[in-house]
């Protein structure tokens, strides 16, 4: 629409406004939206707790979020979603700020997580991916055989293809308004590939291990294509607005210590690594976590992997996981979710337990997965809640 038609339009609704008015109103709502899609000028930061736990400074409480804090446990949530498409959400960024930012407005969370999917990679890609309900994510075609692979864009333009993330970051750290910080991510090469492979979700991943154990040279092949759109995807994140960064490698737990050496680890380590350097070029630093779920066999590892922090799922004791991780990295985790369903008494004394065990320094309170959606909204708040009240007790005791 042109300025002059778009004066008209306002004009037309604004009948009463003499035409000075409405002009001065026009240009002041693009300039105003024009500042909140730029990815500068951001509102400076108001709580560093969770940003200083990841580098294992000293914080005055222990900062907690929640992965899937964006969800449907949420009644709002439910109601912005409804009758919407899945992925159509994602693609617009006013969507995935709102989304964002509900938990925050309920909860005194120490980080943002942006709303949005690790599966826009395989679409960016070229794959059609479509969120079934009752069913989750799908894939109407998925790779079968290795040939498959020549129907993959090999160089994914990021800012073209999933320039809507961007967007929905640089909009929300805005709007954000430096309550705390915003976390970026994507999911990792091995877990991107398994549900390219098997088509939506598994529990033996076994069409995806068959190409492994079958096909090595072709899944090096398809981790390598990955780990470099991952790279540039994080990076154009991190442009954006990201403050921080996770990598989800949620189906690390179906490969063992041997196939998670040579199929998962490699790529997480050239993913922080170039992240890292790419980003030290322009004297920038992000901290980046690693949740390699159901990974406890490669803990010692992923604490030598350029990562700052590495997050836990609830099969490792804190006190264990700090020996094993032997200070390289600070941990973030690792509450089972179904502790959620006891009674808040209950969950106040797994939390202080948890605290004890991991320590409040170098330490981001989360749970070992993401919450579900038939969890009680109290009960996340008195997560929450205990853990600032016992960490500040903790802390007051040293
Ligand atoms: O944590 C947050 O609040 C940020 C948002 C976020 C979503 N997905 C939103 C979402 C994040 C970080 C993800 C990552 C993601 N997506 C992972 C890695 C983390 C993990 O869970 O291990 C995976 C494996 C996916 C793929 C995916 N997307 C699944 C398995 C599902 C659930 C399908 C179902 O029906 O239960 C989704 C959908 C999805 N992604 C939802 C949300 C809030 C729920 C669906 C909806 O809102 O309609």
């Known amino acids: 629409m042109t300025v002059k038609k778009q004066v008209a339009v306002y004009q037309g609704q604004f009948g009463q406004l003499n035409r000075t008015a409405t002009l001065a109103f026009f240009i002041s709502s693009i300039m105003e939206k024009d500042d909140l899609i730029l990815p500068k000028d951001f509102p400076t930061l108001k709580n560093d707790a969770f940003l200083s736990a990841c580098l294992g400074q000293e914080t005055p409480h222990v900062p907690v979020w929640c992965m899937r804090q964006a969800g449907r446990y949420l009644p709002e949530f439910r109601e912005s979603r409804a009758g919407k498409d899945f992925f159509e959400t994602c693609r617009s960024p006013e969507a995935c700020c709102e989304l964002t930012l509900q938990p925050l407005r309920r909860f005194p969370f120490d980080a943002a997580i942006i ?36 129907l993959l864009q090999p160089k994914v333009d990021v800012n073209k293809e999933l320039g809507y993330v961007f967007k929905a970051i640089t909009l929300t750290r805005h709007k954000l308004e430096g309550k705390v910080p915003l976390i970026g991510f994507t999911g990792a090469p091995w877990t991107l590939m398994s549900y390219m492979i098997e088509g ?61 050496k040579e199929f998962s680890l490699p790529y997480l380590r050239d993913i922080a690594r170039k992240v890292k350097d790419q980003l030290k070029k322009s004297g920038q630093d992000v901290p980046m976590i690693v949740f390699a ?22 099969t490792i004791d804190p006190r264990s996981a700090r020996e094993r991780t032997g ?55 008195a997560f929450v809640e205990a853990v ?7 802390l007051n005791l040293n």
């Open 200 to 260: 939506g979700g598994s529990t033996t991943h076994s069409k995806a291990k068959r190409w492994l154990y079958r096909h090595p040279e072709a899944s090096h092949k398809l981790l390598k294509m990955l780990t470099g759109v991952i790279i540039d995807y994080l990076l154009g994140q991190v442009a954006a607005g990201a403050q921080a960064l996770q990598v989800f490698e949620s189906h690390a737990g179906c490969l063992g210590p041997v196939e998670f």
């Open 293 to 314: 779920k159901d990974g406890h066999y490669g803990l010692e590892d992923l604490s030598q992997s350029h990562y700052d922090v590495v997050s836990l799922d609830w």
């Open 327 to 381: 200070g390289k990295v600070s941990l973030q985790g690792n509450m089972d979710p179904c502790a959620l369903y006891a009674p808040k008494e209950r969950i106040s004394d797994i939390v202080k337990k948890m605290l004890e065990g991991f320590g409040t320094r170098g330490y981001i309170a989360n749970l070992g997965h993401g919450l579900y959606p038939d969890m009680d909204p109290e009960n996340v708040g």
């Open 388 to 394: 600032h009240t016992h960490s500040r007790h903790l």
């Open 115 to 150: 709303f949005s999917d690790i599966l826009v990679i395989p679409q960016a890609m070229g794959m059609d991916v479509q969120m079934v309900a009752g069913k989750g994510p799908t894939f109407p075609d998925p790779l079968k055989e290795p040939e498959d692979l020549l």
